[in-house]
């Protein structure tokens, strides 16, 4: 048997070349990422551009070559190699793909806002230091106490460009045991007021704990004393892709009741935060209350 049929010839290096082509795909979107991350573009041009407007080309194209790889492989044998070759290649193009369609059928389900917080009714303030670090950075998003939809927001997101965040932030949640129809709403929970019972300082000290535990970089310490009756803990999360910085402020208040928690997540960058910022309140006030027990 000759080295060409049991490397099914030219079929097999077409198959070859199908998985090439998927694992170029893959690199493309890690490039595309970590070459943000770490400043090699910019992140307009990693996100917007490699992902959104040439990523579908370069995922769907290899795609289409692993399917067409497969069927040439069954045409004739010897099937095993080119089969075996084509199949590996449909399945991380069509992994790469399948993640890519998920991104952006999630970016058009979730509102287009990037400022989250537990009590729009009390704004909460960053500290004059965590606003010179964004500033310092080129943060683009403001800070402010009633932020309001980007009017570009229109053209993905009709009707939505203009409106208060805060409404928009209580539109898209959901109490799972008051609403009757839930999937309607994008979030699965409410972001609310969290209470729990004890001194400021010792929950000010628990609630930087448990933001230094998610990996949090603390801007502010807590700073309360036994006659305190207010302190903010702040502190910024860099995303492991595309090392975007979302900054979060934690105020703590002495209530009769204990402390009463508020937590404001705000991007530095971008139009809509996916969700991110919703989910990390979420998880930090769940852990929180499961800390303090």
């Known amino acids: 048997m000759s080295t060409e049929t049991q490397s099914a010839g030219w079929r097999g290096t077409f198959a070859i070349a199908a998985l090439a082509g998927s694992i170029f795909s893959l690199l493309w979107f890690l490039a595309g990422a970590l070459g943000s991350k770490y400043g090699l573009w910019s992140w307009q041009f990693g996100l917007g551009t490699m992902y959104f407007s040439w990523g579908p080309i370069v995922a769907l194209g290899a795609v289409g070559l692993a399917v067409l790889a497969l069927i040439i492989g069954l045409v004739a044998a010897p099937r095993k190699r080119p089969v075996m070759l084509s199949l590996g290649a449909l399945l991380i193009s069509g992994l790469i793909a399948g993640r890519l369609a998920g991104i952006g059928a999630n970016a058009a389900a979730l509102p287009p806002i990037h400022d989250v917080q537990t009590d729009w009714a009390d704004p909460i303030a960053f500290s004059?230091?965590?606003?010179?670090?964004?500033?310092?950075?080129?943060?683009?998003?403001?800070?402010?106490?009633?932020?309001?939809?980007?009017?570009?927001?229109?053209?993905?997101?009709?009707?939505?460009?203009?409106?208060?965040?805060?409404?928009?932030?209580?539109?898209?949640?959901?109490?799972?045991?008051?609403?009757?129809?839930?999937?309607?709403?994008?979030?699965?929970?409410?972001?609310?007021?969290?209470?729990?019972?004890?001194?400021?300082?010792?929950?000010?000290a628990l609630a930087e704990t448990v933001a230094s535990d998610f990996g949090?970089?603390?801007?502010?310490?807590?700073?309360?004393?036994?006659?305190?009756?207010?302190?903010?803990?702040?502190?910024?999360?860099?995303?492991?892709?595309?090392?975007?910085?979302?900054?979060?402020?934690?105020?703590?208040?002495?209530?009769?009741?204990?402390?009463?928690?508020?937590?404001?997540?705000?991007?530095?960058?971008?139009?809509?935060?996916?969700?991110?910022?919703?989910?990390?309140?979420?998880?930090?006030?769940?852990?929180?209350?499961?800390?303090a027990g």
Request: charged share 25%; aromatic share 6%; glycine share 6%.
């Open 216 to 291: 949090w970089t603390i801007v502010t310490p807590a700073a309360a004393s036994a006659a305190s009756l207010e302190t903010q803990v702040e502190a910024t999360e860099i995303s492991a892709w595309f090392g975007f910085r979302d900054d979060v402020a934690v105020r703590l208040r002495a209530v009769d009741e204990g402390v009463a928690i508020d937590v404001r997540s705000t991007s530095r960058v971008g139009l809509s935060d996916l969700g991110a910022n919703a989910k990390r309140v979420d998880l930090y006030l769940k852990a929180l209350q499961r800390e």
């Open 128 to 204: 004059e230091t965590l606003m010179a670090i964004r500033e310092a950075d080129g943060a683009l998003n403001p800070v402010v106490p009633a932020p309001t939809i980007a009017d570009a927001a229109n053209s993905r997101w009709p009707g939505l460009g203009g409106r208060l965040v805060s409404e928009v932030q209580e539109e898209a949640e959901y109490d799972p045991a008051t609403m009757e129809e839930p999937e309607d709403a994008p979030y699965p929970y409410t972001l609310d007021t969290l209470v729990l019972p004890g001194d400021l300082a010792q929950t000010a």
